[in-house]
Nanobody, 121 residues
Framework: QVQLVESGGGLVQAGGSLRLSCAAS????????MGWFRQAPGKERELVAV????????YYVDSVKGRFTISTVNAKNTVYLQMNSLKSEDTAVYYC??????????????WGQGTQVTVSS
């Protein structure tokens, strides 16, 4: 079992920054890659970024490349999503997810509860 708890969402003006945190717990975290999804009103859930506890090249959806950074602090079992130069189209509920390494991200194994990010223009 893996438990995920997000924090750090809120209201920010366009061009501003936010950092989301995802505290993970469980005995087998190293078996899982970590990702962030988002879901805007009326839209499908979208995979935003992926990383692993062992490092490597992260994945980003094209719309956030150069603006968002996913990272981990292994000692804290925490995954971060640093979001800079925020745009109104980044407004969504952001979800942390854990997916067994090597599996497709179409249906992650575990989800957090989500945190709202609202970007005002």
């Amino acid at each position: 079992q893996v438990q995920l708890v997000e924090s750090g969402g809120g209201l920010v003006q366009a061009g501003g920054s936010l950092r989301l945190s995802c505290a993970a717990s469980g005995r087998t975290l190293s078996r899982y890659a970590m990702g962030w999804f988002r879901q805007a009103p009326g839209k499908e859930r979208e995979l935003v970024a992926v990383t692993s506890w062992s490092g490597g090249t992260p994945y980003y959806v094209d719309s956030v490349k150069g603006r968002f950074t996913i990272s981990t602090v292994n000692a804290k079992n925490t995954v971060y999503l640093q979001m800079n130069s925020l745009k109104s189209e980044d407004t969504a509920v952001y979800y942390c997810a854990a997916n067994r390494v090597g599996s497709f991200w179409s249906a992650p194994d575990y989800w957090g509860q989500g945190t709202q990010v609202t970007v005002s223009s």
